[in-house]
């Protein structure tokens, strides 16, 4: 799998989450649709795309170079920020404090959190969507 594909893979496994009125949050939607929410390259978002959705930026390195610099974000259409928050605590247990290894031709590539972590932000020109901007870095162990 190539490092690009490994990247797409992991960021498509997060959770889609649904409002729980029994428990009072969020937990993993069981609606007989998606399972998780869609992952899409920054620069590559479908034209109508229906939020939750989250995106990412690729840079690619190779072993023995500076960890790479990603930035992740999670945009959700919402009035309050529980859903956001929800959706940051389940992108951290992806991430979790000490990283994630993902397999990719060539070796693999270690993911952890940046700092700061996570940063809200709302969307200016609409206040009903919400976003959550999270720094990421990559460290690649490839031979190219």
Known sequence: MTKEAALFT???????????KDS???TAANDGEESTIPAY?????????KLPYLTYTVLIGTFGEPACSLTVNIWCRTTDEA???AYARELG???PRGG????????GMRIYRGNPWCQSLVDDT??????RYFNVEVEYITEE
């Open 10 to 20: 992991f960021f498509s496994t997060l959770p889609k989450l649904a409002y729980d």
């Open 24 to 26: 009072g949050g969020y």
């Open 41 to 49: 390259v920054n620069t590559a978002v479908p034209d109508g795309a």
């Open 83 to 85: 859903e956001p928050n």
């Open 93 to 95: 247990k992806l991430i």
């Open 100 to 107: 994630a290894l993902l397999h990719c031709d060539g070796g």
């Open 126 to 131: 609409d206040r009903t969507i919400k976003r």
